[in-house]
């Protein structure tokens, strides 16, 4: 397999693995692109080489920033923006757990206290819905903990022990 098709592959991959993580295909590919290149791109080179429009690129680029996984990068005497991914894997996966966290587990968990907190009265289907729902949320609520946990692996020596086991 020739590099420039490896690349391809790559890309293509990163891009339907990025509905996975919550972006869509195009943001996932951009970021696949920035990860594998050498240097920091252009708006102009991310359009070309993925073939879209200038819309999509700057609002896709604009969202992996917020993600904060890529950065823009200024050279002198340019005056286009060129923009670098965040290479570090470990770092890149600690973001995108938190602000998968921040943006899916948080505001369910928000709706299971809410529903969970309902007057359960004297009925017994309000009182096995409040049961059901409270236990569903002390469990996401746990998950949500013990990633947060997780994801202060820098400051967790046990954390990092953990992550070496693992590799």
Known sequence: MELEQAKRRFIDSWGALGSQW????????????????KDSLSMEEIMEDLSI??????????????????FKEYKPGERREF???????????VK???ERSKREIKPALKVLKDVSSIDAGSSSDKKYFTEQTGKLYDFVSKADNMLEKATEYKDNW??????????
């Not at 919550?22 to 290149?37: C, F, W, Y």
């Not at 923009?83 to 996966?93: G, N, P, S, W």
Request: aromatic share 4%; charged share 20%.
């Open 158 to 167: 046990l954390a990092q022990l953990v992550l070496k086991i693992m590799r």
């Open 53 to 70: 429009s200038r819309g999509n690129a700057s609002m896709n680029l604009r969202g992996l920033m917020d993600w904060g996984i890529v």
């Open 83 to 93: 923009f670098v991914a965040e290479k570090d894997l470990d770092e890149l996966a």
């Open 22 to 37: 919550g972006i869509n295909r195009t943001m996932a590919q951009i970021h696949a692109l920035l990860m594998i290149s």
């Open 96 to 98: 995108i757990a938190r």
